[in-house]
């Protein structure tokens, strides 16, 4: 039971993949989320390249114009969405009943 919940944690991806994914989705292409994210364009190529690798399914169209989102894409756009939202509010509510942060 042990060995088939790690299995399945190696093959989940990681946060950077879903938040260069969700940027790309977002501004549309790969160079605009590096800007936002400060990181390299091909660090996000690269990381939506193993995202996709990942869950075996293309997210995204490429072309000269712009990224596009796949029906796969849109699904997991609005769940990642939904996801880093959750924890923007987590963390806020953990900063706010702990006296925004500071020990006590």
Do not use: C, W
């Not at 995202?51 to 596009?68: D, F």
């Amino acid at each position: 039971m042990q060995r088939q919940r790690e299995e399945h944690l190696k093959n989940l991806p990681s946060l950077k993949q879903l938040r260069a994914f969700t940027m790309v989705a977002t501004t549309g292409s790969a160079l605009a989320a590096a800007a936002r994210l400060r990181i390299s364009q091909p660090a996000v190529s690269y990381s939506l390249d193993r995202l996709e690798a990942v869950l075996g399914v293309r997210l995204l169209e490429r072309n000269v114009s712009g990224s596009y989102l796949t029906a796969a894409g849109r699904l997991l756009h609005n769940r990642t969405t939904r996801f880093f939202a959750q924890i923007v509010d987590a963390v806020g509510y953990v900063i706010d009943s702990a006296g925004h942060g500071h020990d006590k």
